[in-house]
């Protein structure tokens, strides 16, 4: 089969090893339009986005974008969600923008999202939360949530290990737990299994830990239900202390060491580790934000911590993550594909070109995220607005198309 995909000559790939971004002046990046809402918004951050690299370093930079296909459309072109040519060239390039893509709940397809993660072992998600002035938050301090969640992204449950309770492998589990371990379970039971691994505990924990000194944050606070799952996220968090005392010893201070050793406050210049139970989680992002900065979690915890987080500044849909390992990453908005959306040009762009701004902070490309990051605040602030948020405001809304174009011209005024 012929290729679809033309590279450009002028581009080169970004060169990721060992976590280190190697960036050249035009960097090849992949980028996925994705379902639903996905074509509309992807193509309306990929404006922003070489406006922004335009701004800050004139035509010394520039993006070198690939449109490479995954989902429906893929599907349509080469009768394949995930076709081999994109995973050849994820492979490839290693760095990507993604839409949206839809996962069938309860059967159908595996999740596409998962298996580009897989590809470039893309094993920590970083999803910053912080509120903006002008957003309708359920808080009654909002501005006091300034937290990013950093998840575990290759292991726990969505490693998809799972038997219907009625398929034979079922059967034979539920066996062999009753043959070899006394363990009795009814034969309506569906069974999944939960890994966890030191090594891949480790590796995200030491991510964690270097993101919050590179980015000078106050505290890692470790998320698990160790109390009930002693030997996977029990382990978690044992796993995750080790490699805060013996890998960065001269940066951190325990919670137990500032009670013990520093009268309850922590030492200049350090930074806080310590660790809370899931349940408890929740409700300490609620009742005292401030008190959270970086919050580490396996794959589970941390997907849903990261949306309950993302409700607290008042609409998810202003998120972006990053799914980055040592060898490349992936970036999108961290909402759904919103099919009832779908060509009405309604949607809010705004997770996906914060995806695209982390993407250019791994990148280096510093100057450029941060024109985004200020006139995304400026078009809050004067009440430039999809529909989400301007119902809210008591505004006219924009359109998605629109409000992209407000952003440009707002970078283009700094």
């Known amino acids: 089969m012929s290729s679809r995909v033309k590279i450009p000559e002028d581009g080169e790939p970004i060169v990721v090893q060992g976590g280190v971004w190697k960036v050249p002046n035009k960097p090849i990046i992949l980028y996925i339009e994705g379902d639903g809402i996905g074509p509309e918004i992807t193509n309306v951050a990929i404006k922003v986005i070489n406006k922004a690299v335009e701004k800050a370093y004139k035509s010394s930079r520039e993006i070198k974008w690939v449109k490479v296909y995954a989902g429906e459309e893929a599907e349509k072109v080469y009768g394949n969600r995930f076709p081999e040519e994109t995973i050849n060239l994820i492979s490839k390039y290693r760095v990507v923008l993604k839409g949206p893509l839809e996962t069938p709940i309860g059967g159908g397809w595996r999740s596409i999202n998962v298996a580009i993660r897989m590809l470039l072992d ?4 970083v ?3 912080k509120y903006m002035p002008g957003l309708e938050s359920p808080l009654k301090h909002p501005e006091r949530v300034d937290m990013v969640i950093i998840r575990e992204n290759t292991d726990d449950l969505y490693r998809g290990i799972e038997w219907s309770w009625d398929s034979p492998e079922a059967a034979k589990l539920r066996k062999f737990l009753k043959d070899e371990l006394k363990i009795e379970l009814e034969d309506d039971t ?4 939960k890994p966890i691994s030191k090594y891949k505990t480790q590796r ?5 830990i270097k993101f919050a000194i590179e980015n000078k944050r106050r505290s890692v606070t470790i998320m698990h239900k160790g109390n009930i799952m002693k030997y996977t996220e029990g382990a978690f968090r044992e796993w995750a202390y080790e490699v805060a005392l013996k890998e960065f010893r001269d940066y951190i201070v325990t919670e137990e060491e500032v009670n013990k050793l520093y009268g309850g406050k922590v030492p200049p210049g350090k930074i806080l580790v310590n660790d809370r139970i899931a349940d408890n989680m929740f409700q300490q992002i609620i009742t005292r934000p401030e008190n959270y ?3 580490l979690a396996p794959n589970l915890n941390g997907d849903y911590i990261s949306d309950a987080a993302g409700a607290l500044i008042g609409d998810i849909g202003v998120l972006g993550g990053a799914n980055v390992g040592d ?3 992936m970036f999108e908005a961290v909402h759904g594909t919103a099919p009832k959306y779908a060509g009405k040009n309604v949607a809010n762009p705004t997770g996906i070109i914060r995806g695209g701004e982390l993407m250019l902070r791994f990148m280096g490309w510093r100057e450029a995220a941060d024109l985004i990051d200020k006139a995304i605040t400026e078009a809050i602030n004067q ?4 529909q989400d948020l301007a119902r809210f405001m008591g505004v006219q ?3 998605t198309k629109e409000f992209g174009d407000a952003l440009i011209e707002i970078i283009d005024q700094f």
Do not use: E, H, M, S
């Open 397 to 399: 809304p924009l359109g």
């Open 190 to 193: 569906g069974i999944g299994i």
């Open 204 to 208: 995200v924990a030491r991510f964690a």
């Open 127 to 129: 999803r910053p939360v």
């Open 293 to 295: 900065d970086v919050i």
């Open 327 to 329: 060898t490349g990453g």
């Open 122 to 125: 893309a094993y920590a998600n």
């Open 383 to 386: 009440k430039k607005v999809t």
